[in-house]
């Protein structure tokens, strides 16, 4: 109805604009501290990809949304509604992988693990971030290629059958992409589970080790800091690949597209990189400083 699309669109539009606002100050911050010549960390340089990516995802999402609802009956939107999914995809695969190896980089760093194959991994894998990234956005790459082109399979062998142009949204195009769209997402989910897995369990055990050794110095707020984050990022992560499974399963039984599952799915995005701001003394910092610097203006202005 009129009102679910109106409530719809209000809630695309609050969290479009408090991504765009969220991401960018995270990109900001992190990029400043390059270009000032600041020391710049491995989680540093895949958060500040994780928010282009995320921004990416947020501004694909919005603008097939928009064209979707109020252009459909036009031929030309349907033509671009085409090539906005691959490249919803490509920004969405990336914002999955660069999770999961944030997963991994954060579990390598903090975890207490002493096997040959943590220490070997952790002196790769942190070492190598930023090839780590590029990887990833390539393989995103690919597998939104991949899909565009069984679509293009798929609207090729209908317009044999004398389908029409009309119908290329509605059509089930992407019905051959759903097994390859379903495997993409399993894997980092995969290894993103078992990263965040044990650096809980590494931190509990190293928890549990510290109280029992009855050392009432010994401050562990960081650790219970960091069991939160881990656990806050499971949640919001487990919640957006939930939406990834659903969407494709019920679009391959029902030819539909969930527009509407896609809005709800970009809300943990933002949820988790503001709360990556306020578990992160740099950014929490630069948006205390922010926030003061705006409401002074506003006190002025007064």
């Known amino acids: ?74 031929l030309h939107a349907q033509l671009n509604l085409f090539f906005i999914g691959p490249i919803f995809d490509l920004f969405s695969h990336t914002n999955i992988w660069l999770t999961s190896l944030l997963s991994i980089v954060l ?21 190598r971030t930023v090839y780590l990234i590029g990887a990833s956005i390539l393989l995103s790459a690919v597998n939104s290629l991949i899909t565009l082109l069984l679509a293009i399979t798929e609207i090729s062998s209908s317009e044999t059958h004398n389908t029409t142009m ?26 993103y589970c078992i990263s965040s897995v044990l650096l809980f369990t590494s931190l509990y055990h ?37 939406g990834h499974f659903a969407s494709p399963f019920y679009y391959y039984f029902h030819c539909v597209i969930l527009i509407w599952l896609h809005v709800v799915m970009e809300f943990f995005p933002v949820l988790h ?5 306020y578990r992160t003394t740099k950014l929490r910092s630069q948006m205390s400083k922010v926030l003061q610097s705006v409401t002074d203006f506003l006190f002025q202005r007064k």
């Open 166 to 191: 009309t119908n290329l949204v509605t059509d089930c195009m992407y019905t051959n992409s759903v097994y390859h769209a379903t495997i993409v997402v399993f894997f980092p989910f995969l290894s």
């Open 107 to 127: 579990c390598l760093k903090i975890s207490n693990f002493h096997t040959r194959l943590f220490l070997y991994l952790r002196g790769v894998i942190v070492h």
């Open 206 to 242: 190293h928890i549990k080790k510290m109280k029992m050794s009855s050392n009432l110095s010994i401050n562990l707020e960081t650790y219970y800091s960091v069991m939160k984050l881990v656990s806050f990022t499971f949640l919001c992560n487990t919640m957006y690949i939930i």
């Open 273 to 277: 990189s503001s709360y990556l701001i």
């Open 1 to 74: 109805t009129d009102v679910q699309y109106l409530c719809l669109l209000v809630l695309a539009l609050i969290t479009f604009i408090a991504g765009l606002v969220i991401h960018s100050f995270i990109i900001g911050v992190n990029v400043t501290d390059w270009w000032k010549g600041r020391s710049v960390t491995p989680v540093d340089h895949i958060v500040t990809s994780l928010g282009i990516s995320r921004m990416g995802t947020q501004c694909a999402n919005i603008l097939y949304f928009f064209m979707d609802t109020f252009l459909r009956s036009s």
